[in-house]
């Protein structure tokens, strides 16, 4: 008898190799033309499948949960964080989610370095000057930035992507400070030289450079409030590469146009794919379309996963990537 071949249901396009073997292992609905699924058209899917592979564009609240199938059995994830998934809800239904941490921890943590780098050496300010036709010869004053080396970064969540950062900068001659709710091993801090701050308004109000790697939970979101934004030196980057939730964006918005805040390198928004639009006039902010994780071989490697998870599943075994409560 051949093996049962689960229904999974893909909210988005995924890179070709992975969904050749989607397709090959499972009866897959897939979305070819990569338009965003319609509430609708979610709706439909989660009805029918046994197992549902959204993506951060798709929101899944317990409305959408509350209108799944009897046999949907797992959301598998594509991406690591999990915010648009009510994950409460569903394992209150007995569902099972899965995430892709690991595999692109090097990529979001090269875009993160790539923002700090951009920010204070002014690149893309530069690279707009010589597409408007304003480069007329090298001057001692043209477009000073800052220099990295001996400048204190300060680290929001030093999980995998905290602390790849902290080894790529590191290698930059930054000076390494951290805000996590526990430190990291001895091992760790040892090899980073990286300094524990319990408190994150101390750290805040010490550092030159400030990278947000943390994940949005409802402890999180607004972290970087207008209050403790305030603490921020004057010259400060702020970097975000995480979720756009964590700051208080039109608070940083203004205060970057007033010159409280120095820059800023930014992938991620409050309100994904709107932009405040005072940040679209600043040049001294760097923004980036949510791409941390955009390479071909970080977007396959995820795949993988997801289909890692939903193959060990239906083997009868526990996915390895679950999103467990002590995660929430
Ligand atoms: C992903 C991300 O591409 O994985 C994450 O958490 O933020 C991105 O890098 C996106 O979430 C895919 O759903």
């Given amino acids: 008898m051949a093996a049962h071949k689960p229904k999974v249901f893909v909210t988005r396009k995924l890179p070709a190799p992975v969904e050749a073997r989607m397709a090959e292992l499972f009866q897959a609905t897939l ?63 007995g569902l099972i989610v899965t995430n892709t941490p690991g595999v692109l921890t090097d990529d979001t943590a090269d875009t993160a370095m790539a923002l700090i780098m951009a920010a204070a050496r002014r690149t893309v300010e530069g690279v707009d000057l010589i597409r408007a036709g304003g480069f007329s010869g090298w001057t001692p004053t043209l477009m000073l930035g800052r220099r990295l080396r001996g400048k204190k970064l300060g680290i929001i969540g030093m999980g995998r992507i905290g602390q790849s950062l902290a080894r790529r900068a590191k290698a930059f001659g930054l000076e390494i400070h951290y805000h996590n709710r526990k430190p990291v091993g001895p091992r760790i801090e040892e090899e980073l030289a990286a300094t524990w701050w319990e408190s994150l308004d101390q750290m805040l109000a010490h550092m030159d450079i400030v990278s947000v790697n943390c994940p ?81 071989e970080g977007r396959v490697e995820m795949g993988e996963k997801v289909l890692i998870n939903i193959q060990t599943f239906m083997d009868g075994h526990k996915p390895p990537d679950r999103v467990i409560p002590s995660m929430l």
Avoid: W
């Fill in 216 to 296: 949005h939970t409802p402890a999180t979101f607004h972290l970087l409030s207008a209050r403790r934004l305030a603490l921020l030196q004057p010259h400060v980057i702020l970097v975000n590469t995480a979720r756009g939730e964590i700051i208080d964006e039109a608070a940083m918005a203004n205060m970057l146009t007033d010159g409280r805040i120095g820059g800023a390198g930014l992938d991620v928004y409050e309100h994904e794919p709107a932009i405040n639009p005072k940040l679209l006039k600043l040049p001294n902010v760097v923004l980036l379309p949510h791409m941390g994780s955009a390479t071909i």
């Fill in 31 to 93: 979305n070819p033309d990569d338009r965003p699924r319609t509430g609708p058209e979610l709706a439909a899917g989660i009805a029918e499948a046994e197992v549902f592979v959204p993506t951060i564009t798709d929101r899944i609240d317990k409305a959408l949960i509350d209108q799944a199938g009897p046999n949907l059995k797992l959301i598998a994830n594509f991406g690591a964080g999990f915010d648009h998934i009510d994950v409460a809800a569903a394992n209150a239904k």
